[in-house]
């Protein structure tokens, strides 16, 4: 997709909202699908097609779990560290996966394949604590479970 298709198609979707800002959300996600991440550039596209600041765009992005400010491995894997989860073991489960991948929540392994991020908040209170493993929900996951995810990641394709 072209910048200008990309600025085109943001258009389209604001004139669904009342305020152009309102927009801004579904924005960044079509940004963020068509880059994997959002670099600069792409937080500039928003802006443009929204008539909003670059740095307004930046805020709200760095603000909400979802939207990527820097480039993620092929499989992304996400720890909800919120109170529900912390309760359960949220913490163990993160450095199951640190242990098991070798690097820190918030890193990426040597080869690009896996990005591991402790979150604010996955929305499944219920079955925590939960893991997102590529946008898919595993809950409730411990700390023995992680081996098993990490091996299931290395085979897929």
Same mark, same amino acid.
């Given at each position: @997709?072209? +910048?200008?298709?990309?600025?085109?198609?943001?258009?389209?979707?604001?004139?669904?909202?009342?305020?152009?800002?309102?927009?801004? @959300? %579904?924005?960044?996600?079509?940004?963020?699908e068509r880059y994997g991440w959002l670099p600069p550039e792409a937080l500039c596209e928003v802006a443009d097609a929204l008539e909003l600041t670059p740095a307004y765009c930046k805020a709200v992005a760095s603000f909400?779990? @979802?939207?990527?400010? !820097? %480039? +993620?491995?092929?499989?992304?894997?996400?720890?909800?560290?919120?109170?529900?989860?912390?309760?359960?073991?949220?913490?163990? #489960?993160?450095?199951?996966?640190?242990?098991?991948?070798?690097? !820190?929540?918030?890193?990426? +392994?040597?080869?690009?394949? #896996? +990005?591991?991020?402790?979150?604010?908040?996955?929305?499944?209170?219920?079955?925590?604590?939960? #893991?997102?493993?590529?946008?898919?929900?595993?809950?409730? #996951?411990?700390?023995?479970?992680? %081996?098993?995810?990490?091996?299931?990641? !290395? !085979?897929?394709?």
């Amino acid at each position: @997709m072209s +910048t200008e298709a990309l600025v085109d198609q943001i258009r389209a979707i604001a004139e669904q909202y009342p305020e152009r800002e309102s927009a801004i @959300m %579904p924005a960044l996600h079509i940004a963020q699908e068509r880059y994997g991440w959002l670099p600069p550039e792409a937080l500039c596209e928003v802006a443009d097609a929204l008539e909003l600041t670059p740095a307004y765009c930046k805020a709200v992005a760095s603000f909400y779990d @979802m939207y990527h400010l !820097r %480039p +993620t491995g092929r499989h992304l894997v996400e720890v909800c560290t919120n109170v529900a989860c912390a309760l359960v073991g949220a913490q163990q #489960v993160v450095e199951a996966f640190e242990a098991e991948l070798g690097l !820190r929540a918030g890193e990426t +392994t040597e080869d690009g394949e #896996v +990005t591991l991020r402790a979150v604010e908040c996955a929305g499944g209170c219920g079955y925590a604590p939960v #893991v997102v493993v590529d946008h898919r929900y595993r809950e409730p #996951v411990r700390p023995e479970n992680v %081996p098993a995810i990490v091996e299931g990641l !290395r !085979r897929a394709p």
